[in-house]
């Protein structure tokens, strides 16, 4: 008789860089690992705590190192998260088994401990300060909490061109975008610097040394799907979220240039028919419903004026959350580690609408008395409706290359 490899959902936690006992492990009830784009990394132990032997027990002390490997017995474990365990939760029910549930976070945590006064600028001989370009801003912050940044090449290529275009219109309103941090925390400051620069801000588990990449990702150009998950039989369920709340077609702005004592209208929208973004520049004197039309014109969000450094960040800031949100949803599938915040899965099977490209914002994998099962949020960004999604027939979850589902 053929036989067929049996999966069984396994996990491995250490502490301290070890294994945690035998009998530490047996009264592991459940396991929770949630992976997301914003914030940091969580993964949550329930213990079963008889007689409260594990209570007050040395292995589970605050910032201890932690590590978690997930996966299906006989192949090898995936080690999905290193952080340090930050908190530890005890319940004392009346007639029922005490329990703990140990709290690791990610070391994208440090970045929210206290606050900071200071600026990021240089002072060039004979041209005064110079506001430093927001990736070398980035990795100066992420390298003062012992984080390895990794700036995205396009997005920090953006950065650095409109900064030098920002310059080379109006260098006085460039020097001042010199980057200030004032009583925020390090998370809210890099935070804020991303979301101007349409940038994600995670720690990247899958590069070494894990635990310790804080990545940089620009997501305009990454939208190869890493998985394929049909309905009825790798997706579980689905539920999509389609929504008109808060959607326009574009963002204006007006600009002051001093050096040629001229106001611009800068409006910056999707254009859906060319899948393209549409960045329209014209003077400030006459009525912008001339140029684009009264109902485009009333389609539009209006942001306040700002100077030539801040327009590219303030334009992208508004208006890529409002495009990127209008479809969004929630899902389920047998436990499956290729479900990673940041990527692109393929969905089919949901019609026509609903089906295609999606980006994960948000994936948690639990472990416990029912198996291996993984949920997650995903949105369906604006480009992805021109990107044909890659052929091939609707087929069953996989890992390493076999069926399980």
């Known amino acids: 008789m053929a036989r067929f490899p049996a999966y069984a959902p396994e996990f491995r936690v250490e502490i301290d860089g070890r294994p945690i006992p035998a009998a530490l492990r047996g009264c592991v009830s459940r396991i929770t690992y949630t992976d997301g784009m914003q914030g940091a990394d969580r993964v949550e132990v329930s213990i079963a705590n008889e007689n409260l032997r594990w209570l007050d027990h040395p292995l589970l002390r605050i910032d201890r190192p932690f590590t978690l490997a997930l996966g299906y017995a006989p192949d090898p474990l995936e080690r999905v998260f290193v952080g340090e365990i930050t908190g530890v939760n005890a319940s004392f029910p009346n007639g029922g088994m005490p329990t703990l549930t140990v709290v690791a976070h990610d070391f994208l945590q440090r970045l929210t401990t206290g606050t900071k006064d200071r600026s990021f600028m240089l002072n060039v001989p004979a041209i005064g300060h ?21 700036n995205d090449p396009v997005g920090a290529a953006l950065s ?34 991303a979301r101007e620069n349409g940038w ?76 393209a973004f549409d ?11 001339s140029v684009v039309g009264a109902a485009r014109a009333r ?4 942001v306040e004026a700002v100077g030539p450094d801040m327009v590219p960040r303030k334009l992208f800031s508004e208006l890529l959350p409002r495009l990127n949100n209008r479809l969004t949803g929630s899902g389920s599938t047998v436990g499956n580690l290729a479900v990673k915040a940041g990527r692109v899965i393929d969905l089919r ?52 290359g076999r069926r399980i589902g």
Request: proline content about 7%; cysteine-free; charged content about 20%.
């Open 130 to 150: 110079f506001p430093l370009p927001d990736p070398l801003v980035t990795s100066l912050v992420s390298a003062s909490n012992l984080l390895i940044p990794l």
């Open 160 to 193: 650095f061109f409109t900064l030098a275009v920002a310059y080379a219109v109006s260098p006085v309103e460039a020097k001042r975008g010199v980057r200030l941090q004032q009583s925020e925390s390090d998370f809210d400051f890099l935070g804020r610097i």
């Open 200 to 275: 994600e801000m995670y720690i990247d588990h899958t590069l070494e040394p894990q635990g310790s990449v804080l990545r940089f990702q620009f997501l305009v150009q990454d939208y190869t799907p890493g998985l394929s998950l049909a309905w009825g039989q790798s997706l579980a369920d689905f539920t999509p979220r389609l929504t008109s709340v808060g959607q326009v077609l574009g963002v204006q702005t007006r600009v002051w240039l001093p050096s040629i004592k001229a106001e611009l209208v800068v409006i910056l929208g999707w254009d859906y028919d060319r899948a």
């Open 279 to 289: 960045l329209q520049i014209f003077p400030g004197l006459g009525d912008v419903e």
């Open 299 to 302: 389609s539009l969000l209006k």
């Open 349 to 400: 099977g949901l019609g026509d609408e609903f089906s295609g490209l999606y980006r994960v914002t948000s994936a948690t994998h639990t472990i416990d008395g029912g198996g291996f099962r993984t949920s997650f949020d995903v949105r369906k960004e604006v480009w992805f409706g021109s990107i044909p999604t890659p052929k091939g027939a609707d087929g069953p979850a996989r890992v390493n």
